[in-house]
């Protein structure tokens, strides 16, 4: 089976069953590489259908206050490509449910674009979600991972017109990711009120399922996604437990971190795999 | 990686429908922003079409920002330099003190045309800023600017101005608390607030359409200098000098050139302490083709593509990106690009001070520190026109301090 359509195949079971998928975000090496590899097995045993691993950026502009310091504190040791490739070849078979990566272009095309796709399946990824490749710029780079057998993801906002969903949709494999929110990553109390009519109209658009990201964190706007989406993507609601290991990486602590973490995640795959 | 070799000739013509300079430019940012930026620039074209809205900017240029300014023949200097005839361009004679302006109140035109009723803006050196506030105030649109923290400390000055002017100044505290946070986070605000708000970018970096924009409302400098030129001397120049750090200034003094073939082109770089990474904001002296804040251009960045910290004296030329057209006349060759020192430029606002009675900006004493070295290889028949980017008032605490006196 090629790498793509495992998460084809993740999101036609939990469909079957009439279940949203849930894909858990993670910051990779924040303290370090060791924790992520822990982080993704303790993902999966919750209840996570996919993870995305977030690769740590200097400008990150799509995102919120949350994530951008998991970024920085991971810079800051000194976190680099090979270590993040290396500490998820170590995980990534030992886990069922495919992996994503969300990674800038800068990083991407600095690496050089073949270069990187290569090492991203290498080290068991099944695709890439490249938030500042837009759709329009994204042809070329589109047919280079699919002539590597990954899906690359791509992303639908709230500001995007129906003409510009079909130019973006003609690129995409996998599932569309929809964003939820005009702004950054970052836990939100309410769902945006537009969000459902712009699923229902990606949903006549394309048969490729709907992932939902940004401001998503709690049970409750995941049963309200019930119906309207495949998918849900959790990501600062996660990684903002991540913080407190920057003052205290004791075993002990460790520990209770990524009990926090199961626990909430258990919560939410609970709500996504409720039967509608 | 490039080889040396230039490519096809520099042309004025650029960048095409997609944004391109060259192989440079173009758009590498979050969807949320993609609608936004398509419309700015149909919105943008139709203005420049617009017989009445040109009407109003050039009015607009004339009596408020007080153009055409001078060109101006900096006798002594020239005289003590022993060759080339030494002319300044005086940006610093604009209201506000600075080029920025020119592009200030094109985009807060462009904004009341497309009816957003909010603007944010970036700025470093604390010029952008005050040049938005300013705009901002003069038609009334709510403004809010991002700036870092770091630069807040060193241009108390034009903070107090912005706010004055009714702005607010958000401090930026992620990163290097520089500029290029300050960009990040005018981005972030711009994620969530698109449909109301117009993002004034001060420079030319950033995703198409902003590299062309801001150098089209900046090409009256290098319009005006030409004719100028012209009238005082009766040929055009034989180099045109300004500093870079986005690159706006010597975009707009250059591109009326580009075509120009034997005028030759130079921009100044922040040579900052030395060569080392992090040591300087020589960007297309040390970068490599990279993404930032949206285009593709030059970036000093390490080997994974991270951005990496910059240093100089000046705010304004702190930054370790460029604009887009900036690598396109780098690597086409049509202008070079060289750098200058922390200590010169510290120099020649001294020096310009005592011997012409004009005090510099930070940032264009760069450029004339390297147009006096310029001047010295040149005979008395030719000309150098520097681009006198900015008067030099906000930098009175950093240079006092940086010389060892008290202010």
């Known amino acids: 089976m090629t790498q793509a359509s495992r998460i084809a195949q993740v999101f036609a079971q ?11 975000f993670i910051a990779a090496g924040d303290p370090d590489m060791t924790t992520t590899g822990r982080l993704i097995q303790e993902l999966a045993k919750a209840g996570a259908d996919l993870i995305e691993v977030g690769f740590p950026y200097s400008d990150p502009i799509a995102d919120g206050p949350v994530i951008q310091s998991s970024y920085t504190r991971a810079l800051n040791k000194h976190l680099k490509l090979k270590d993040i490739f290396s500490g998820v070849t170590a995980v990534s078979s030992s886990v069922s449910c495919p992996l994503v990566a969300m990674v800038s272009y800068s990083i991407i095309f600095r690496t050089g674009t073949e270069s990187f796709v ?71 109390a309410e769902l945006a009120p537009q969000l459902a009519d712009m699923l229902k109209s990606l949903r006549n658009q394309t048969s490729l399922p709907l992932a939902v990201g940004f401001g998503i964190s709690s049970p409750e706007q995941v049963d309200q996604l019930r119906g309207l989406a495949d998918g849900v993507i959790v990501g600062s609601a996660i990684v903002r437990h991540l913080e407190a290991l920057a003052s205290d990486s004791t075993p002990a602590h460790m520990d209770a971190v990524m009990k926090q973490i199961a626990e909430y995640a258990g919560s939410i795959a609970r709500a996504a795999h409720a039967a509608r | ?35 936004a930026l398509e419309e700015l620039t149909v919105e943008y074209q139709r203005a420049m079409q617009d017989p009445e809205f040109n009407r109003r900017l050039n009015e607009m240029l004339r009596t408020f920002v007080g153009r055409p300014n001078p060109l ?34 094109g985009q807060a035109l462009l904004t009341l045309r497309m009816g957003k ?47 004055t002017m009714g702005a607010e100044v958000r401090p930026v505290t992620s990163g290097s608390r520089t500029l290029r946070d300050a960009i990040n986070e005018a981005m972030r605000d711009w994620m969530a607030s698109v449909e109301n708000t117009h993002y004034i970018l ?32 009766g040929r055009l120049p034989d180099e045109v000098v300004a500093c870079v750090g986005g690159g706006s200034n010597s975009a707009g003094m250059f591109h009326p050139f580009v075509d120009d073939v034997g005028v030759e082109l130079t921009g100044v770089e922040a040579g900052g302490r030395g060569d080392k990474a992090g040591d300087h904001a020589s960007t297309l002296s040390f970068g490599t083709k990279g993404v930032l804040h949206g285009s593709y251009s030059y970036v000093l960045q390490d080997e994974d593509g991270q951005t990496m910290d910059v240093h100089s004296i000046s705010a304004g030329l702190d930054y370790p990106g460029v604009g887009p057209e900036h690598s396109y006349w780098h690597d086409t060759g049509r202008v070079k690009y060289v750098k200058i020192r922390d200590n010169q430029a510290l120099e020649t606002v001294g020096k310009v ?13 760069h450029a004339i520190a390297y147009a006096l070295e310029q001047a010295k290889r040149r005979s008395p028949d030719e000309v150098i026109v520097v681009c006198l980017s900015g008067r030099g008032d906000k930098d009175v605490n950093e240079v006092a301090q940086l010389t060892g006196r008290v202010l």
């Open chain 2, 72 to 105: 101006y023949f900096a006798e002594r200097l020239s005289e003590e330099c022993g060759g080339a005839r030494i002319f300044f361009k005086r940006e610093d004679l604009n209201h506000t003190g600075a080029h920025k302006i020119n592009n200030t109140i």
């Open chain 1, 118 to 188: 290569m090492q991203a399946r290498e080290a068991g990824f099944a695709g890439l979600i490249v938030p500042d490749l837009p759709g329009d710029e994204a042809a070329e780079f589109a047919a280079l991972v699919a002539r590597h057998e990954m899906d690359l993801i791509q992303l639908v906002a709230p500001t995007t017109p129906v003409d510009r969903a079909a130019r973006i949709l003609k690129n995409a494999t996998g599932f569309v990711y929809c964003i939820a929110v005009a702004g950054t990553t970052g836990a939100r």
């Open chain 2, 202 to 233: 001060g420079s030319v970096v950033g995703p198409h359409p902003f590299p062309m924009i801001v150098r089209d409302f900046q090409s009256v400098i290098g319009r005006e200098a030409r004719q100028q030129c012209l009238e005082t001397i």
């Open chain 2, 117 to 163: 009723t909010r603007v944010i803006a970036e700025t470093g050196a604390g010029q952008h800023g005050v040049a938005t506030a300013t705009a901002c105030a003069r038609f009334g649109l709510p403004c809010v600017v991002y700036m870092g923290e770091e630069d807040i400390r060193r241009q108390k000055l034009n903070v107090f101005i912005m706010k």
């Open chain 2, 1 to 35: 990686m490039s080889n040396a070799q230039p490519q096809s000739r520099a042309t004025s013509q650029v960048p095409d429908a997609e944004g391109r300079f060259g192989e440079f430019g173009r758009r590498f940012v979050p969807e949320t922003l993609m609608h």
């Open chain 1, 14 to 24: 939990r469909a079957q069953q009439r279940q949203l998928a849930f894909m858990p």
């Open chain 2, 353 to 365: 001070a005592r011997m012409e009675g004009i005090l510099p900006a930070l940032e264009s004493s």
